[in-house]
């Protein structure tokens, strides 16, 4: 089994690169020059979920971990980089019609008269960024480790992050006064000084997520085709001959699980940047779920699949819930119910079986070059000899 996981050369992705530099294209340059500010900082809203669908791919694709709960560590990623902002846009002189100025709003209101001990540190970009990251991830470990050591799996494993989303939510509504309840942490205006809220700066914005998307992708190729991406296959298909290998099967979930809340968080981080407030609608069971039906509908065995499910399940909620928005709830179930029964490999498993035959040869006639027949060859060298010569 060693051996076998041992075998292969990490990063052969030919394919998967070229796939990357077409989707790159594609939001960095098409995009933008297709849509006005206000639909694309809507992409750039879509592209922010496409964290958590990478990180499914590697938790639930790659390792067969299914997490209904992933909308907790985008929640929270968002959660930490809107505590900064909103410190930043509450200081004394910004806030000196309330009976404690210095302090958010909301704590303003629910008659708090100092900012709480958990909210300081909060006042550093640097804390605030390594916090986007580390607190989700720790969360996650904690969540893992009493989980998989106890081997805790499969459908029970689902429904326990299931009903981890639906606690936090209940928490984040109940402490209003430091959390900003059911409305979250709203009006944020500004980044050290630079207005998030201007067209200009959506536009930088846009840009900046998806580079950081671009390069998650690029990190999560890297895993998939290193050691490590080989063994939770394994994982995913022989667990049992994993475990006798010798491979302590617990480890490598838990790391797969909090590389998957890190990105999700990035995402959720992005998203406050993009939109401009974070609140507890995106932290619950029915964000959870819709986030595992991007990855779904795109393709739970591909990276770029997840990225193009994201953006067309979003299009599609935008577009049906403008116009239908009663239908909207049915549709996406009509859609989930559809990829689990006719495409369960998703959009990437039907260009795999469609369309990628016809692209490899396509590719093979381009780079066959016939030979030219050796008689004209020849004849083209040595001038033919008549019978007088």
């Known amino acids: 089994m060693k051996q076998a996981i041992q075998s292969g050369s990490p990063f052969r992705v030919t394919g998967e690169m070229a796939g990357v530099l ?4 594609f939001i960095v340059v098409v995009l933008p020059l297709g849509l006005d500010t206000f639909r694309l900082n809507m992409v750039g809203k879509y592209l922010t979920y496409a964290f958590v669908a990478l990180g499914l791919v590697l938790c639930w ?36 019609i309330q009976s404690t100025p210095g302090i958010p709003d909301f704590m303003d209101w629910n008659q708090l ?3 709480p001990w958990f909210w300081e540190p909060f006042h550093s970009l640097t804390f605030s960024v390594v916090a986007v990251v580390a607190v989700p991830a720790l969360l996650a470990f904690v969540v893992g480790l009493a989980m998989f050591k106890r081997r805790v799996g499969g459908v029970y494993f689902a429904i326990i992050t299931q009903a981890f989303a639906a606690i936090l939510t209940i928490l984040i509504v109940g402490q209003q006064g430091y959390t900003g309840g059911i409305n979250g942490i709203t009006d944020l205006r500004t980044l050290k000084g630079w207005d998030i809220r201007t067209d200009e700066a959506k536009l930088v914005l846009y840009f900046v997520n998806a580079a950081l998307l671009i390069g998650c992708i690029l990190l999560c190729l890297y895993v998939r085709h ?12 022989k667990e049992d001959r994993v475990r006798f ?3 302590d099967v617990a480890n490598f979930k838990i790391f797969v699980f909090c590389f998957a809340a890190a990105l999700s968080a ?22 959870s779920i819709e986030m595992v039906i991007y990855c779904a509908v795109g393709g739970r065995l591909s990276l770029l699949g997840a990225v193009y499910g994201t953006l067309l399940v979003n299009w599609a909620k935008t577009l049906l819930s403008e116009s239908f928005p009663e239908l909207w ?19 990437a498993g039907l260009y795999q079986q469609y369309l990628a035959p016809h692209v490899k ?28 010569d």
């Open 22 to 25: 077409l989707l790159a294209l």
């Open 61 to 96: 694709g790659s390792a067969g971990i299914l997490s209904l709960g992933q909308g907790i560590f985008f929640g929270l990623g968002g959660y930490c980089m809107a505590m900064f902002l909103k410190l930043e846009a509450s200081s004394p002189e910004a806030t000196k």
């Open 113 to 115: 008269t100092a900012l």
């Open 226 to 237: 290193s050691k490590l991406g080989r063994i939770l296959v394994a994982l995913r298909d």
């Open 245 to 247: 290998s010798g491979y």
């Open 266 to 287: 990035v995402g959720g981080a992005m998203f406050t940047l993009q939109v401009g407030f974070m609140s507890p609608s995106f932290v619950g069971i029915v964000p």
């Open 329 to 347: 709830l049915f549709a996406m179930g009509a859609l989930f119910i559809g990829v689990v029964m006719v495409f369960p490999n998703g959009l």
């Open 361 to 388: 040869r396509a590719l093979s006639r381009g780079r066959t070059i016939a030979p030219a027949p050796a008689s004209a060859t020849t004849s083209a060298i040595v001038p033919p000899h008549t019978a007088a």
